[in-house]
């Protein structure tokens, strides 16, 4: 089913969403704060559509859901993660689509997962748009918690951005060390990449490898040193080899010695 739909804000969300939906098909408009030459209002544009994106920073939604002209038999709908749907309590049906995907520059949706939270009602219909898309639809509570809503975006946030600021540690680590530091990113990608390829295939705890999987306690104890001198706090080091000691155990990869070895040299630091 074609609909018409409005995106109510312009930014990197709505300039994926936009051309996914135009390309399957749907009438899109869009709405924005200060519209320029020929461009719509977001009350304009919501008036124009079936289904109005709320594509807005999060704590906008709310406030800019409850600005809008609703009518019957329109939907309101979020890409929030982090955001409940009575913050779109004004409209008269809501519903929560929210791409697993970061999202900062040409990248598209296709291929994505979409956690989509939904009544009855509406998530077959945002199920079938989600693949027109490309999209995998991943069902989310509804209700959701709160507590559940913010462990659902704390660990989408760990997967992406936590994976950033591991590799900055890490470029950090090898420009200590004296290498050039525009070519980390470069050399550092790939080897996360691959990691990710074989986890696919294997599962976390059948991809786990080096020294702390194989037991190699001496080797940890220098890279712990490593830390130091280089000016760096070890914490994320720590915490990481805490994680990669149970995935290591998971895998039945170490014996009762050298588990006790391991997590008596990260429990010391
Ligand atoms: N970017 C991602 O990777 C990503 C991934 C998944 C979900 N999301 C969700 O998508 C939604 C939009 O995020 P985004 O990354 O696209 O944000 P964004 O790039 O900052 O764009 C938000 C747009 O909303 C409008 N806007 C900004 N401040 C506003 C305000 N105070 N009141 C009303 N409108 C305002 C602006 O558009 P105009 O100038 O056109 O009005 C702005 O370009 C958020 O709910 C976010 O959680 C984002």
Not at 23 to 37: E, K, L, Q, T, Y
Not at 70 to 98: D, E, I, K, M, Y
Not at 248 to 259: I, N, S
Request: charge should be neutral; glycine fraction near 12%.
């Amino acid at each position: 089913m074609t609909r018409r739909h409005a995106c109510i804000g312009h930014g990197r969300l709505a300039r994926a969403l936009v051309p996914a939906l135009r390309a399957a098909g749907h009438d899109v408009v869009i709405g924005r704060r200060s519209p320029g030459a020929g461009e719509l209002t977001a009350a304009e544009a919501a008036r124009a559509a079936d289904w109005v994106w709320l594509t807005v920073p999060d704590d906008a939604i709310a406030a800019v859901a409850a600005g809008l002209p609703w009518r019957p038999g329109q939907v309101a709908l979020h890409c929030s993660g982090a955001t409940p749907l009575s913050a779109l309590a004004s409209a008269p049906a809501g519903a929560g689509f929210h791409p697993l995907k970061l999202l900062a520059g040409d990248a598209g949706l296709g291929g994505a997962h979409v956690g989509i939270e939904a009544d009855a009602a509406h998530r077959p219909e945002l199920d079938a748009l989600a693949r027109q898309l490309g999209m995998v639809p991943l069902a989310l509570p509804s209700p959701m918690t709160a507590q559940a809503r913010a462990a659902y975006h704390a660990a989408a946030n760990l997967a992406a951005s936590g994976v950033l600021a591991v590799l900055a540690e890490a470029g950090a680590l090898w420009s200590a060390a004296g290498l050039v530091g525009d070519q980390a990113l470069a050399a550092l990608m790939p080897l996360t990449r691959g990691t990710l390829d074989t986890a696919a295939a294997r599962g976390l705890a059948g991809a786990v490898s080096g020294p702390i999987a194989r037991g190699d306690t001496g080797v940890l104890a220098r890279h712990i040193a490593a830390l130091a001198a280089a000016g760096l706090e070890a914490d994320l080091l720590l915490a990481l080899g805490r994680r990669q000691l149970a995935l290591a155990e998971a895998a039945g990869r170490l014996d009762v010695a050298q588990v006790t070895a391991l997590r008596a040299l990260l429990a010391a630091h």
